[in-house]
């Protein structure tokens, strides 16, 4: 081969890579774009279930909240019923069983609302639940119980809607 017939091949070989290299260059702009495209989506996926979720959280503490509100409204009508049910002895007994009526209402309306009453004579007290506004010494066997209960405590669930006030013996 001549050295003319060199260059013109070393010329064509020069102009097939340039002919390929757009090809490739385009090819491997488009792989990026597909790549950074691709990261792109898996982030909107992840951020769309973070917030799918957080909602999901809101909305049952939104729920919870109002739920409390509602029952901590609620809870002056249960006293009083329960004060009328204490006074009902000198009353007729319509009078008695109308309030055992509404009381066992309420009773079914925050059985309903998983509302549990707690506080009662006996029981022992915790800090945690109870609030004592008095404490009397008494010789019994036992300490930090209640010995009389001013108001209820309630809970909705694991949450506390109200403190039981007592007086506690020690």
């Known amino acids: 081969m001549s050295n003319g017939d060199n260059l013109e091949k070393e010329e ?24 950074e495209t ?3 989506l898996l982030r909107t996926a992840a951020e769309y279930d973070n917030f ?11 729920y919870s909240n ?13 006293d009083s019923l329960e004060a009328a049910s204490n006074l009902s ?25 998983s509302v549990e009453s ?8 915790d800090p945690n639940i109870h609030n004592a506004i008095s404490h009397i010494q008494e010789e019994s066997e036992k300490e930090n119980f209640i010995s009389s209960v001013f108001q209820k405590g309630y809970k909705a669930g694991d949450k506390i809607v109200r403190h039981a006030t007592v007086q506690v013996t020690n």
Request: charge should be negative.
């Open 89 to 113: 002895d000198s009353q007729s007994e319509e009078y008695k069983k109308g309030i055992e009526l509404l009381q066992n209402q309420l009773k079914d309306c925050f059985s309903k609302l």
């Open 118 to 125: 707690f506080g009662d004579v006996g029981d022992d007290f």
């Open 66 to 78: 109002a739920k409390t509100a509602t029952i901590a409204t609620m809870l002056p009508l249960a």
């Open 12 to 35: 064509t070989e020069v102009l097939e890579k340039k002919e390929e290299n757009p090809e490739n260059e385009e090819l491997e702009k488009l792989k990026k774009e597909l790549s």
């Open 52 to 62: 799918r979720k957080r909602s999901e959280r809101e909305k049952d503490a939104v």
């Open 38 to 40: 691709r990261e792109l």
